[in-house]
């Protein structure tokens, strides 16, 4: 897709036409009054995404017949919350049909359709929400929303897949999980979402999922009899001179619901040990318990299982591939911080609230749409990778030209699209460190060509 289309596209998001439509499906709009529904919604999209605080005042001074705050504050009820809600599904959608092909990582995805980074966060949310998303209770807030993520490394698609109330535990989302993945495709996941119902769903698809083993589950092996045995992979670890120990075959959970993986054991440094090992011992210090001499030694390792085959997946390339995974906790963070995902003027109108929470997430679909077109454009332009944490800051600065543009459509749009394209393919390329290379430069020189990986020798 070229920028033309991609600006054509993107200008189809946000068409008067279309979003007026919207409004009256869900009978936000039944009559024309003075408040326009596209500059209702494009002004609460645009304005939380800009660097400004949009109180209900600044808005009422923004709209082409000026109205009183009152009258903003009137509009926010449950049918706007449908309305913004419904734009969010349609901007969702058109981002992952019109996404760029992947760029990056083309070594990658020569084994894999795709990539789903996926995990969750939450923030707090005003007390008068307590009852749509109650939080964990004890100390903690009233209420608490809780963002269930997914993130596709490949094409750098953001899809948020759940808002939840926060006291939900990642496992009990696990299950949702098979639902948003496809044959062939590789999902990384923290071992919080460890469910071995979930694993043999994606298992049935044809998918793969790489993620930590939990020191809970139980394993096993198959002795030279057939029959399973118990393991005891502390003892393996601590018996292990090697920096990796590599299981081809081991067994999950318990008869009859085993599900055969390939285990891999990395060892961590002496300082990250250190680390996991003192945080273990503060953990188990609150509930008044010593760690295990065996959990101890599990803690000094990066221990991961993956269905995924060695030809696909080799061994060597399991811990790093994981590390990856840390680039949705980088997508929370930016749209926590950047794009102020848990930060609301409104306390006591719960319906303000949740149109302010899906307009910033419509905001972050925006922005993660531009950053995946932007890198496609430099990585074929000079093979250089765009900082969507830049790229955010610069939105963050023209929201509010793009939004009056938005309004204004014909040639200002386009003037403006062009002029927010340039300034973002020029300013906000990562620059290089010689000493250590970029993820994707690192990725494109250690992953191997499918023809030449070997089956990894068991240790």
Known sequence: MDRAQFFEQFSSWFEPARVKTLARQVRWLIREGKIDAFEFVVGLVFGQMSALELSLRAQANAYTEPVKREAVHQRYHGRAVALFHALFDECL??????????????????????????????????PSLAQLYPGCGGGASLANCKLLLSY???????????????????????????GHVQANQLLLMDRGFFKLRALHRIQALGAYFLMPCPRSVSLRVEPPDGSLGQFNLAQQLRLCPEACLDL???????????????????????????????????????????PSAEALELAGWLILITNAPVQKLPTAAMSYLYRVRWQVELVFKQCKSVLRLDVT???????????????????????????????????????????????????????????????????????????????????????????????????????????????????
């Open 93 to 126: 959608h058109q981002s992952l049909v019109q996404s760029p092909q992947p760029s990056l990582h083309q070594a990658l995805a020569a084994h894999f359709a795709a990539i789903p980074l996926v995990d969750s966060s939450s923030f707090d949310c005003p």
């Open 152 to 178: 596709e490394y490949l094409r750098g698609q953001f899809e948020p897949l759940a808002l939840l109330a926060g006291k939900r535990s990642d496992q009990g989302l696990a299950d949702r999980l098979p």
């Open 248 to 290: 081809p075959k081991v067994y999950l959970g318990k008869d009859p619901d085993v599900l055969p993986v390939r285990l891999a054991a990395f060892r961590l440094s002496p300082e990250s040990a250190g680390r996991h090992r003192a945080a273990l011992r503060e953990a188990q210090r609150k509930h008044g318990r010593t």
């Open 345 to 459: 003027k409104a306390r006591t109108n719960i319906f303000r609230v949740q149109c302010e929470i899906w307009a910033r997430l419509i905001a972050a679909v925006v922005t993660f749409a531009w950053h995946a077109h932007l890198q496609a454009a430099a990585w074929a332009q000079s093979q250089r990778e765009i900082s969507f944490a830049q790229v955010a800051q610069v939105f963050q600065q023209y929201a509010l030209a793009l939004a009056t543009a938005l309004i204004e459509r014909g040639q200002r749009l386009h003037d403006q699209l062009w002029k927010l394209w340039r300034l973002l393919l020029y300013t906000t390329i990562k620059g290089r460190q010689r000493s250590r290379p970029t993820t994707a430069e690192t990725l494109q020189a250690f992953w191997p060509d499918p023809a030449q990986t070997q089956p990894a020798k068991a240790v």
